[in-house]
């Protein structure tokens, strides 16, 4: 799809990876719809793209929120007249052994990762299809395929989200829009805490820069992929999992012993 011309509504956009969307977005001329729940941090992220030449409009509220991602759409459509794409970011991760993890966490990170996206879709899509075009792109992980220990949580919620792009995908072939589901494998931003950006310079696990991603991202959307997983060899142990997962428990059950220091250092 093409960027320049379109009005692009992005969640979690302050953020590492969101943070990197809006800023190569913005330098394609695209017109962004920012939404983050810290008003401060959004409106100074605003400021930095406008003064480069972005055309911004920020939206501050809280995805966990009943109710909320219904009224950021409508409010979005108010302002900027119409939404061509909406790119699904924001998110949440909890690490740790999940006997440990509170069923408050678990709930919230469901909200973000996994319920809002869907309530941001279904909130958007009468207008996508008034229109007979547009873009849905979700961001989820290569944890989404991969069941991984001590993400207990956060693989549920990105396996959901996976099963629904696809789902959707399938709904409204012939319909002018695109679902599009991109998968990172570790990345470094702040969105991975200390202990975990420790356990994964421990296990010597593959990482990304944000920059990079992001690059993924709109390539994606630019090609309107219906899929695209990021790292090798992540994308080829995601078709070895599906097919033949019993390959990859040994080796994950080592990795779980060795991340527990971390994970239990997490929980404290």
Sequence with gaps: MKISDSTILITGASGGI????????????????LINRDSDKLAAFAAELRASGGKVIPLAGDLATPGEPARLV??????????????????????????????ADTATLFNINTIAPIALTNALLPHLLKKGKGQIVNLGSIFGSIGFPCFASYSASKFALRGFSEALRRELA?????????????????????????MANALKMNQDEP?????SVIAAIEHNDRERYLG????????????????????LIKQAGLMRPFATESTR
């Design 18 to 33: 969101g943070g990197a969307i809006a800023r190569q977005l913005a330098q394609r001329g695209a017109t962004l719809i």
């Design 74 to 103: 409508q409010t979005a459509l108010d302002q900027a007249g119409t939404v061509d794409i909406l790119v699904n970011c924001a998110g949440v991760q909890n690490f740790g052994f999940f006997a440990e993890e509170s069923a």
């Design 174 to 198: 012939g319909s002018g829009i695109g679902v599009t589901y991109v998968a990172p494998r570790f990345t470094r931003t702040a969105f991975n805490r200390s202990a975990v950006t420790r």
């Design 211 to 215: 920059e990079s991603v992001a690059a």
């Design 232 to 251: 090798w060899p992540e994308k080829l142990f995601v078709r070895i999992n599906s097919i033949l997962p019993r390959l990859v428990d040994p080796s």
